[in-house]
Antibody, heavy 115, light 105 residues
Framework: EVQLVESGGGLVQPGGSLRLSCSAS????????MHWVRQAPGRGLEYVST????????FYAEAVKGRFTISRDNSNNTLYLQMTSVRPEDTAVYYC????????WGRGSLVIVSS | DIQMTQSPSSLSASVGDAVIITCRAS??????LGWYQQTPGKAPKRLIY???TLQSGVPSRFSATGSGTEFTLIISSLQPEDFATYYC?????????FGQGTTVE
């Protein structure tokens, strides 16, 4: 069974940093592109970032480009999102997602940016 | 970036009604589009991929058409569990983009 479990969310001050992790199991993690999608409270879904299976290519939404970094550790089946210079508008539930050969979402990790 | 314009933003419907939701892309995206359903407090669930292919396990009352810039999701006979918010997602080019969502209430 495919499982994606996010962790690392919490309260962070504006301008601060946070790293989200997503532990993957039940599939060959190193074979799939992985994505982060977020949802601010009461708002719609927003694409954040993608990393290819081998980690060589990464893509970002304009809203996070230059501040967030997506990475992966294929030996430990883990996806990361390093968030720096965070802003109140980054407050959201962050989902780890696999969309190839099926549709798999984690339960999400809540990030609150507030002083 | 490709913009996805989804309409309507909300609609009121009753059990048994047919519901139509549309997404328009700001440029051609072939059939690189999915439709997602989200209920409060839960992760989204994909209903349709490749613009018109039903995800395994999704009821046949859901269907979709379109290619290029115009896409449509149809619920043929609304069921109680279908009251939710629906989103389109284009994955033709990065950054991917979602429509603004349609709440069926």
């Amino acid at each position: 069974e495919v499982q994606l479990v996010e962790s690392g969310g919490g309260l962070v001050q504006p301008g601060g940093s946070l790293r989200l992790s997503c532990s993957a199991s039940g599939f060959t993690f190193s074979s799939y592109s992985m994505h982060w999608v977020r949802q601010a409270p009461g708002r719609g879904l927003e694409y954040v970032s993608t990393i290819r299976a081998n980690g060589d290519d990464t893509f970002y939404a304009e809203a996070v480009k230059g501040r967030f970094t997506i990475s992966r550790d294929n030996s430990n089946n883990t996806l990361y999102l390093q968030m720096t210079s965070v802003r109140p508008e980054d407050t959201a539930v962050y989902y780890c997602v696999r969309l190839a050969n099926g549709d798999y979402w984690g339960r999400g990790s809540l990030v609150i940016v507030s002083s | 970036d490709i913009q996805m314009t989804q309409s309507p933003s909300s609609l009121s419907a009753s059990v048994g009604d047919a519901v139509i939701i549309t997404c328009r892309a700001s440029q051609g995206i072939r059939k690189d589009l999915g439709w997602y359903q989200q209920t409060p407090g839960k992760a989204p669930k994909r209903l349709i991929y490749a613009a018109s292919t039903l995800q395994s396990g999704v009821p046949s009352r859901f269907s979709a058409t379109g290619s290029g810039t115009e896409f449509t999701l149809i619920i043929s006979s609304l069921q109680p569990e279908d009251f939710a918010t629906y989103y389109c997602l284009q994955h033709n080019s990065y950054p991917w983009t979602f429509g603004q969502g349609t709440t069926v209430e």
